[in-house]
Structures are given as structure tokens and as C-alpha cells.
């Protein structure tokens, strides 16, 4: 083993971790954000059908493909090149960004539903017999506790996403991924590189695991036997 | 208590005329007409099926009635079609507010603690000052045997607890009237005297109360007037003497002499 080569490595890859960091929280961001928007939008008929098909695109398609389509596909439309937005889709962040962030809302906003559909109907009537108005029961009932019941399907969503960022190595963008591929063509050192990249992604798990965990336990007391909030 | 007091105004505390409600091809409401005065304590009894919780659910507008009015104090409504507009779900938010509701299954939030669930109304929908919803709701935690278990979850509680919780929370919203659906249906026997005893205490206070029950011993000690609903109509309405010892149709005494039959 060399471990001057191992050490080099792992400083280099480091340099990717903030842009990796930068897709990973900013698509759970947007695509949280997008979630709840879709499954507001689930309360009408006509916009029910159109998170339907939504979620159904990005959930059936390869990620992969969804980047390659925003990044090399857009650009073959001429109002796309025309419009005001052209400057931020001919830039692979920004491209890299949207795909993450729609895709992440397609699973994001299944899970929620899980999480909204398992919310009791009783305690939403309570809700209303002390006159909340349907804002204030989304807010202080159904969104609460639609989230605890969805925050263990959430984590592996999250878990999910820290992987799926490495996706973005293929636009030519240098995160971690985007590193070890360079690194790899430049020294032919695959199996030392491959494995310095994945135990780093593998230690931001075990960080989301025990903080999902922490968060759980600290949410529901009720369910680990503590008897005070 | 006081507030019980400074609520009491001219009129009814809420009154109901001509009500109708159909679910698909199954007519549960056939024009109901019914009034509670103020220090009221009405137990509505009858088989099930009979319409009884959903006429006290059409009263804050959980269900929406077809047809009818339905006056809360100073508010009125009368919906069309089943639905209502924006304007009507405001003034039924107020309706609700002037009312507390004890359902079945108690419905306290489990992600709050009894505190919290009993201060929520009073704090996030009346605006009243933290300080003075905590004392009040330590007060009522109290009346109802429960102010050690404040900062319990409702998880831990039994059901008798929950349910006497669940009163606790109906009652800080400082109702004119409190109904109550079935209160003890859910409960296993040893816990339903618990639950009684507080209510019969709500009646001697003079709380204007909505009762539908099976408990019809509880009926007849506590009410001032006790209505036998039969398929959607109300079959008897009286004083519990002349309900339970004199009914006037076949029908209130067939089910009458059933229940007392079985309770007995």
C-alpha cells in the first residue's frame, strides 16, 4: 500500500466535497420545496394528474439520462437558446442542479404522500372543531406529523441523493467523482482512488444515518419510551 | 367556573332547523329541528344508524349539511349543495370556535404533549397570551384529574385519560357548548366512569351540553332533556322522566326496554 499516494489522494478528492455538498443540500432543498408544491397540488383533480405524470417521468427515467437531456438536449431548441434563462442552461452547474432538484422531488413528493396519507382524519377534525383554518392545520398537524411518519423513508432519500450527485462528473463538473475520474485517467490507479472516493461518501452516511436517528428519536420521544418531551 | 357565566346571552345557544343529509342513496338526516338554551344538558339517544353523531358532526360543520340551518350564538348558516363557500367556511371557523367537541376516539395530537394540546386552540387560534392559556389549561388539566400528567404524551395516556384530556381541550377554547359524540364508546368498561364523572360535573356546573351516548343510566341521571332520534327523525324529545318512564311511540319504548334489558 502506498499511503503518501492514498494521503495525496484523499486531499484532492476533498477539494470536490464543497461542490458535491453544494448539489447534495441545494437539490434536497429545491426538491423538498417541489414536493410540497406537488402535493398541494394533488388536492385538485387536474393538478392530481399532473403530479401524477409528473412523478411517474422522473421516477421511470435514469437520472442519467434526465442530466444528458437538460444539458446536451436543451440546447438543441432555439427558444431555449433565446430565452432569458439561456445563461444559466448552458452552464453544466446549473444543468446538473435541475436535474438533481426534479428528480429529487419526484421521490421526495411519493414519500411525503406516504407520510401525508398515513396522517390520522381524526386529528385533522380536531384541527377544525377548534377553528384552525386549513392553513393552520397544515402547519401545526398535517405536516408535522405527516413528516415523522416519512422521515425514515426521507433518510434513504437523502442518502440517496449524496450518491446520485456523482452523476454530475459526467458534464464535466470536478465534485468528488468528477476528481477520481481525472485522477484515474492521469495515474491509472483505479482500485486506490475508487475506494479513497467511496470511503468518504461512505462516511457522510454514516453521518446522515445517526443524524436521522438523533432527529427521529428527538421528534417522536413517545416511540423510544421517554415519557417527557 | 366564571366564563361559563359571562357567555350566557339572549337566544339559544345554538339552534338547528330543517336539517337534512343524505350520504349517496342513504337519507341520515330527514329534517331535524332542535335548540339548546344555555345550561342545556341534552342526551340524544338512538339506535345506531339513526343519525345521531351525524347530526352532532353537521353542527360545527364536519359534515355539510344538504339542507337547514344551523345558529351558533350570533352565527348562522345555511349551506347549499353540500359544500361550502369561503365566506360560509369563515363563519363556520367562528361556529367552531364558540364550540368544543369531544369525539369517540379523544383525536388529541400525538406529536404534542397534553399541555400542548390543550393550550393549542388558546394560544394559535384566539391569540390569548402564553402565560394566561398555560395557568387556564393547568387549571382544567386539574379539574379533570390530570395535572401531574401535563407534560405526558397522549401515547402514554389510557384511553380514560385521553378522553379526559380531550375535554380539557374543548373546554379552554371557553365554549358556549360542548358536544360530545360517543365519549365512552371506545373506552374498555373500567374507564368509562371516569369519563362520566367529568362530564356529569361539566352538567352540574351548568355547561350547555351535547351528548349523543349509549349510556342511557347516564342519560337519564344527567340530562335536562333527552331526544330519541329513529332513522333520521326525531322520534321523542322530552325531559328524561317522560322519555324513559312514558314514551309516547312503540318504537322509543321497543328500543328503550332493549337497552335497559341488556344494561341491567
Known amino acids: 500500500m502506498d499511503f503518501t499516494f492514498l494521503g495525496d489522494m484523499f486531499a484532492s478528492l476533498l477539494k470536490g466535497l464543497p461542490l458535491t455538498l453544494n448539489f447534495w443540500v441545494l437539490s434536497l432543498l429545491g426538491g423538498g420545496t417541489l414536493a410540497l408544491i406537488l402535493n398541494l397540488m394533488r388536492t385538485t383533480r387536474i393538478g392530481n394528474a399532473v403530479a401524477g405524470a409528473y412523478v411517474f417521468v422522473f421516477r421511470g427515467t435514469p437520472l442519467l439520462i434526465q442530466i444528458f437531456m437538460i444539458y446536451y438536449g436543451l440546447a438543441g431548441f432555439g427558444f431555449v437558446r433565446q430565452s432569458f434563462l439561456w445563461p444559466f442552461l448552458r452552464e453544466p452547474y446549473w444543468c446538473g442542479l435541475l436535474a438533481l432538484i426534479l428528480n429529487d422531488a419526484a421521490y421526495t413528493s411519493e414519500i411525503l404522500r406516504g407520510g401525508l396519507r398515513a396522517v390520522p382524519k381524526g386529528a385533522v377534525e380536531a384541527g377544525r372543531v377548534s377553528g384552525m383554518t386549513r392553513f393552520a392545520i397544515l402547519r401545526r398537524i398535517t405536516l408535522p406529523l405527516a413528516f415523522r411518519q416519512a422521515l425514515p423513508a426521507y433518510s434513504n432519500e437523502v442518502i440517496s441523493m449524496l450518491k446520485a450527485t456523482a452523476l454530475v462528473s459526467t458534464i464535466t463538473l470536478m465534485d468528488m467523482t468528477g476528481i477520481a475520474r481525472a485522477a484515474i485517467s492521469e495515474t491509472w490507479r483505479a482500485v486506490e482512488i475508487l ?16 443524524f436521522s436517528a438523533w432527529f427521529e428519536r428527538r421528534l417522536s420521544p413517545w416511540h423510544f419510551g421517554r415519557t417527557t418531551p | ?119 393549542e386552540a388558546p394560544l ?31 401515547a402514554h395516556l389510557s384511553g380514560g385519560q ?66 330519541l332520534l329513529h332513522q333520521g327523525q326525531i322520534e321523542e324529545d322530552g325531559t328524561p322522566e317522560q322519555v324513559f318512564a312514558n314514551p309516547r311511540s312503540d318504537r322509543a319504548r321497543a328500543f328503550l326496554s332493549g337497552h335497559f334489558d341488556r344494561t341491567r
Open chain 1, 195 to 210: 475506494l479513497c472516493a467511496a470511503a468518504i461518501y461512505l462516511a457522510i452516511s454514516l453521518l446522515v444515518t445517526r
Open chain 2, 1 to 119: 367556573m366564571t366564563d361559563a357565566v359571562e357567555t350566557k346571552a339572549v337566544g339559544p345557544a345554538l339552534s338547528i332547523t330543517g336539517l337534512r343529509k343524505t350520504f349517496g342513496a342513504n337519507e341520515v338526516l330527514r329534517g331535524i329541528d332542535l335548540s339548546a338554551r344555555d345550561g342545556d344538558v341534552i342526551s340524544m339517544i338512538g339506535a345506531s344508524g339513526s343519525g345521531k353523531s351525524t347530526l352532532l358532526r353537521c353542527i360545527p360543520m364536519l359534515e355539510i349539511p344538504d339542507s337547514g340551518t344551523v345558529t351558533v350564538g350570533e352565527d348562522s348558516l345555511s349551506p347549499k349543495g353540500g359544500r361550502l363557500t369561503r365566506a360560509e367556511e369563515a363563519t363556520a371557523r367562528r361556529m367552531r370556535g364558540h364550540l368544543g367537541f369531544v369525539f369517540q376516539n379523544f383525536n388529541l395530537w400525538t406529536h404534542r404533549t397534553v399541555l400542548q394540546n390543550v393550550i
Open chain 2, 124 to 154: 394559535f387560534v384566539q391569540n390569548r397570551s402564553r402565560a394566561e392559556a398555560v395557568d387556564e389549561a393547568t387549571a382544567l388539566l386539574e379539574k379533570v384529574g390530570l395535572a401531574e400528567k401535563r407534560d405526558a404524551w397522549p
Open chain 2, 162 to 227: 385521553q378522553q379526559r384530556v380531550a375535554i380539557a381541550r374543548a373546554l379552554a377554547q371557553r365554549p358556549r357548548a360542548i358536544l360530545f359524540d360517543e365519549p365512552t364508546s371506545a373506552l374498555d368498561p373500567e374507564l368509562v366512569g371516569e369519563v362520566l364523572k367529568v362530564i356529569r360535573s361539566l352538567a352540574e356546573e351548568g355547561r350547555t351540553l351535547l351528548i349523543v351516548t349509549h349510556e342511557m343510566g347516564f342519560a337519564r341521571d344527567v340530562s335536562s332533556r333527552v331526544v
